[in-house]
């Protein structure tokens, strides 16, 4: 038998490749086509309703009327939540019709603390209880929490895809990304994304949004390098993009083109390749027609 990474990224590929001293294949993530502009032609579905219209994507998740900021991912050390709400700050602050949602879990699984304590930080921030691990819970006026993780299933993708549309930008300055899954989900539905230049993420936006290069690098426990962005860059970037409409739907419209590269029949063939070379002939099955 043979076993063998295979990295998700040319970034995870070469990093890989330095670290084992021999090639490694690579298979990028695909998008699922759940993951679509939202038009009448090609409606969105939430909680079983229809979904015909970027205004409609808005008002089905409570952001009626306003432009969204989004990000999607887990709330981990990694994902840098905390500048995440620096590089915001300033933008929020000067246009009040704004609201950043975060579609995470709100407790660190490694201990780190909560995303309310992060809240509780910003100007506007009031008590809102305690929960039922005993924490305290603060709501924001803009800083808004979806709540939608009641379940290890959270949203079905089709949700998923509504909540993707009701965004006009995506922002995140991760440190570090193998691949990069929700950016290119929030690609493939044309929204634009500002992240931070560096790993796997330059490769997944390309021309969809806008990328900060880091301020600094710092070493992780495994000894490699994660990024810190450069936060005032970022949030400049942001305010240029809210600023500008037509300047997201340009970006959107090139980033859906850039990432319908990515589809899950691509990775399928390279995995098939791989394990009909590390076989046998006879041990192949024929194909069935």
């Not at 924001?140 to 965004?167: M, R």
Request: hydrophobic residues 45%.
């Amino acid at each position: 038998s043979l076993l063998t990474p295979v990295a998700m990224s040319t970034f995870g590929q070469q990093q890989l490749e330095a670290l084992m001293g021999f090639p490694v294949a690579l298979a990028f993530h695909g998008v699922s086509r759940a993951f679509h502009p939202i038009t009448a032609a090609h409606p969105g579905t939430w909680k079983g309703k229809p979904v015909t219209s970027k205004d409609g994507a808005k008002r089905a998740v409570g952001a009626g009327g306003r432009t969204v900021i989004l990000r999607t991912d887990r709330y981990v050390f990694r994902k840098n939540y905390p500048a995440w709400f620096r590089v915001l700050r300033p933008v929020l602050a000067a246009h009040p019709d704004v609201v950043a949602i975060a579609h995470t879990v709100p407790r660190d699984d490694d201990g780190r603390g909560n995303i309310w304590q992060l809240i509780s930080r910003e100007p506007g921030a009031t008590p809102a209880g305690i929960n039922g691990w005993g924490e305290a819970v603060w709501e924001h006026p803009q800083f808004k929490l979806t709540g939608w993780h009641d379940s290890y299933l959270g949203l079905s993708d089709d949700e998923l895809n509504v909540l993707y549309n009701a965004a006009d930008l995506v922002v995140s300055p991760t440190m570090a990304e193998g691949f990069g899954l929700t950016l290119a989900e929030a690609l493939a539905c044309g929204v634009p994304v500002v992240a931070t230049d560096y790993s796997a993420v330059a490769e997944v936006v390309g021309p969809g949004g806008v990328l900060i290069r880091p301020g600094a690098l710092i070493t992780n426990p495994y000894a490699h390098e994660w990024a810190l962005v450069d936060e005032q860059a970022m949030s400049a970037a942001v305010e240029r993009l809210i600023a500008k409409p037509a300047l997201r739907r340009e970006l959107g419209a090139a980033g859906r083109r850039h990432v319908a590269r990515f589809t899950w029949t691509q990775a399928v063939d390279v995995f098939d390749g791989l394990l009909r070379a590390a076989q046998p002939p006879e041990a192949i099955p024929e194909a069935v027609a």
